[in-house]
């Protein structure tokens, strides 16, 4: 049998050393000798011993802080060995090492995959305020390994060594480091052409030393930041004393 759709490119890429690697780039695989945590139905192939067991948002702390803010990651468990195939509405994929000492602040809805040796915790997004609908909490992720995150489309990687603002809906990620605000589109001279689409009347502003991931799509995420605005609304001072901590 002949035909382009086996040519080499699209083949399966096979390595000795288990972890995450690339498949393409819309593809992720895990070759997978242990254990591995990744969005729940984001699996769409996989070969070998491999159990999966859904986990909510990481345990009961972190489902509670989803339900309140509309923010986490629902997760399952890969367990065994084999090679997992993960994607997510074909997004882009990209792979992020953290090292010892790193902090990553990601909108929950941009997870597809982390090493199980990564910690996270939902966190309020500083500077926020109860001002925008595009999302108040964020997934911070500290620890050593890898995690693999999506973007809706080639993303550009800003260095954030001067005063730097970001459509709220576009920012993926950023170093944790990074001092956040919030910015009513007036006071930026913008008006009402921000956020044409969706009604986004605010814009972010990142200060410090870091990086700001923004990707070229101003849709809100679905089911992830800003899904819970109203509830935020109603209990942003209750929320703000426990997930600042």
């Known amino acids: 049998m002949r035909s382009a759709l086996f040519a080499a490119e699209n083949l399966?890429?096979?390595?000795?050393?288990?972890?995450?690697?690339?498949?393409?780039?819309k593809l992720l695989?895990?070759?997978?000798?242990?254990?591995?945590?990744?969005?729940?139905g984001s699996m769409v192939a996989y070969q070998g011993q491999v159990?999966?067991?859904?986990?909510?948002?990481?345990?009961?702390?972190?489902?509670?802080?989803?339900?309140?803010?509309?923010?986490?990651?629902?997760?399952?468990k890969l367990t065994g060995r084999g090679d997992v195939f993960l994607a997510n509405l074909a997004a882009?994929?990209?792979?992020?090492?953290l090292e010892p000492g790193d902090a990553l602040s990601i909108n929950g809805s941009s997870v597809l995959a982390f090493d199980p040796s990564l910690n996270y915790d939902i966190k309020m997004v500083g500077g926020a305020?109860?001002?925008?609908?595009?999302?108040?909490?964020?997934?911070?992720?500290?620890?050593?390994?890898?995690?693999?995150?999506?973007?809706?489309?080639?993303p550009v990687v800003l260095n954030v060594d001067q005063p730097t603002f970001v459509d709220p809906q576009a920012a993926v990620c950023w170093s944790a480091?990074?001092?956040?605000?919030?910015?009513?589109a007036e006071q930026l001279g913008l008006g009402t052409l921000l956020?044409?689409?969706?009604?986004?009347?605010?814009?972010?502003?990142?200060?410090?030393?870091?990086?700001?991931?923004?990707?070229?799509?101003?849709?809100?995420?679905?089911?992830?930041?800003?899904?819970?605005?109203?509830?935020?609304?109603?209990?942003?001072?209750?929320?703000?004393?426990l997930l600042g901590n």
């Open 12 to 25: 399966e890429k096979e390595s000795d050393q288990p972890g995450m690697r690339l498949q393409n780039s």
């Open 29 to 40: 695989k895990i070759e997978l000798n242990g254990e591995a945590m990744a969005r729940v």
């Open 51 to 76: 159990q999966f067991h859904a986990l909510g948002s990481g345990g009961i702390g972190k489902f509670l802080k989803q339900k309140l803010t509309g923010e986490g990651v629902p997760l399952m």
């Open 92 to 97: 882009d994929v990209h792979i992020i090492d």
């Open 129 to 154: 305020g109860m001002m925008s609908s595009a999302g108040l909490f964020n997934c911070v992720f500290t620890g050593q390994g890898r995690i693999a995150i999506t973007t809706k489309g080639t």
């Open 177 to 184: 480091s990074l001092q956040t605000g919030y910015h009513r």
């Open 195 to 241: 956020g044409r689409r969706t009604g986004e009347a605010f814009t972010m502003s990142f200060a410090g030393q870091g990086f700001v991931v923004v990707q070229p799509s101003e849709e809100p995420p679905v089911g992830g930041a800003g899904h819970g605005h109203q509830q935020e609304q109603q209990q942003g001072g209750l929320l703000g004393g």
